[in-house]
């Protein structure tokens, strides 16, 4: 199948070599086949041009939009939780370590936090604030250890006391983490704190995305 520039060429040359054939001072009503083709190719390469940066935008849209997507959702994030060792006894003195599970969840907005653990797994990497609080009687050392995966951040504690019937201590601390990484709250060996839906409590909240 002839393309359409070959047509033009060869209807062209008809015209020029038939209906005009009998005056020869006339000049031909079609360019030279050779110029057509220079025209033809340079108008080809712009139509290439063309497609090529409609190609290029289109990618570039697509990857704006992607863009604007993820920080509509980096927006959206929301991680918040706070929960308290409830049982409105004493929790401890054991014979070792052990992470304390806070049962009553007052909030747990994302659902990072987990009451049957008690442990808390970063859904995306950020900045997160956390505080530790709690109340305990003085017949035992009080103190609470909390980490991040295998690492001590921070603590709290009192000591023992025959005079000082109830204590209380707490503590707070931001700390950097990797999308599940986890953070929870150790009750140490021979100390104890009292279970309590208003007085112990483990918390914490998102501060940014990073």
Known sequence: MLSFMSL??????ELNSG???????SEPLCPDSHDLQKEYDAMKKKMEALEKMLKDSQ???INN????TELKNE???QVIFSAAAG?????GPFDTDTTLIYETVITNIGSAYNKTTGVFTAPVAGVYYFSIFYH???EHEGKLLLYKNNDLMVMTHDHKSDSDTADNGGNTVFLQLQQGDQVYVRLPA???????DHHTTFSGFLVTQM
Do not use: P, Y
Not at 19 to 25: A, C, M, R, Y
Not at 87 to 91: E, L
Not at 190 to 196: E, Q
């Open 8 to 13: 033009l060429i060869l209807l062209c040359c």
């Open 19 to 25: 209906q005009f054939e009998n005056d020869s001072q």
């Open 59 to 61: 990618t570039r849209l």
């Open 65 to 68: 939009e992607n863009k604007i």
């Open 75 to 77: 927006a959206s994030m």
């Open 87 to 91: 049982g409105g006894s004493s929790i």
């Open 136 to 138: 305990a009687g003085g």
């Open 190 to 196: 021979n100390t104890h704190v009292w279970g309590h």
